[in-house]
């Protein structure tokens, strides 16, 4: 279990926070700018809080799979995601994406978060993006906040400009 996380996570390669199998963070409260892979990946994991800035990441902001996040609360701007079948870790939900976890509270701002994608897939919920296969449930409780000019696209050449968060249910 940590306690706190307080830091400036920038320029970094891999996976800034990696919370995995049962761990626990009680508060991360960080700025992540210019990463090139995901900022928080919570797997099976709890995390109470995050707060922070993420600014013009090259991945997914947070990601949650199979995972419990009590809040999120931030800015998220700038942040792009392109899928292809080398970067599965890197499709859809370019701030936040979801699979079969629970998250209670978003609230933020949402602008000019992008997410690219190949054949259909990846090109989803330039924001924000929820996901469960069949038999399994995503649930985010509430969101609140500011949604400006957020994309997604795939190369099929369907294409999503919208002010609202993209959310796929099961």
Do not use: W
């Amino acid at each position: 279990s940590i306690t706190s996380i307080e830091s400036l996570f920038m320029d970094n390669g891999y996976i800034g926070v990696y919370n995995k199998k049962l761990g626990v963070i009680n508060s991360l409260k960080s700025d992540f700018i210019g990463n090139k892979s995901v900022s928080i990946y919570n797997e099976y994991g709890i995390v109470e809080s995050i707060i922070g800035d993420f600014l013009s990441n090259k991945g997914k902001a947070v990601s949650n799979t199979y995972g419990t996040i009590g809040l999120i609360d931030g800015r998220f701007v700038g942040n792009s995601t392109n899928y292809s079948n080398k970067t599965p870790m890197l499709g859809p939900g370019a701030a936040i994406h979801n699979h079969e976890g629970f998250i209670d509270l978003i609230m933020g701002e949402f602008i000019e978060n992008t997410t690219n994608g190949v054949n259909n897939y990846g090109g989803l919920g330039g924001a924000i993006y929820n996901s469960a296969y069949d038999n399994s449930t995503a649930q985010i409780g509430n969101i609140t906040g500011d949604f400006i000019g957020n994309y997604a696209q795939t190369t099929s050449g369907f294409a999503l400009k919208t002010c609202v968060p993209t959310i796929k249910e099961a």
